[in-house]
């Protein structure tokens, strides 16, 4: 992951005081009682109430309904991000969701060494061949087929594709980073 030069948003993320659909929909966007603010992302998809609103299920589905573990989910998902150069997300999940330690967050990132088991190094081979190639080898998908039945091969190839989606959604608009989310590593 590269760091890009510090850029103005191309959208502007929605300011208080929110209309009461827009409020009702960040309310549920974020954990009760967490104390942060809506997400940047939250607040810039809200400028399309009507698109933001279709995305939240899928979306919230995908980190809380899981047939995966919750740490395949973010290894995934950071591997993915970090793939597209999405600093913003990266640094929202390697901050908030802590289901891999610091040295796993860090060896999501592309350059950085890990020593994955088996299982996280086919997670992090099918990131890599998703976002190199948009399929799965045949080679890798039976290796796949070995450790996840296919409704969880199914959720983590709409997993990696969510995450891609709002990787393009956080870099074309120039989504700033939240100032707690944790920086990639360089």
Known sequence: MTTRAAASPRIQPLEPPYEPEVEAYLAKLMPPGSGIEPLKLFRTLAV??????RMRPLGAGLLAHNTIQPRERELV???TTALSGAE????VHATF??????EEIRGTVPGQRHGWSKRDALLIRLSDELNDTATVSDDLWDELRRH????????LLVLAGWYRTISYVINAAQIEPEPWAAAPPT
């Open 48 to 53: 399309n109430f009507d698109v933001a609103s």
């Open 77 to 79: 998902i950071l591997r």
């Open 148 to 155: 996840w039945s296919d409704p969880q091969l199914i959720e």
């Open 88 to 91: 913003y997300e990266w640094g």
């Open 97 to 102: 969701f802590k289901e891999l330690t610091d």
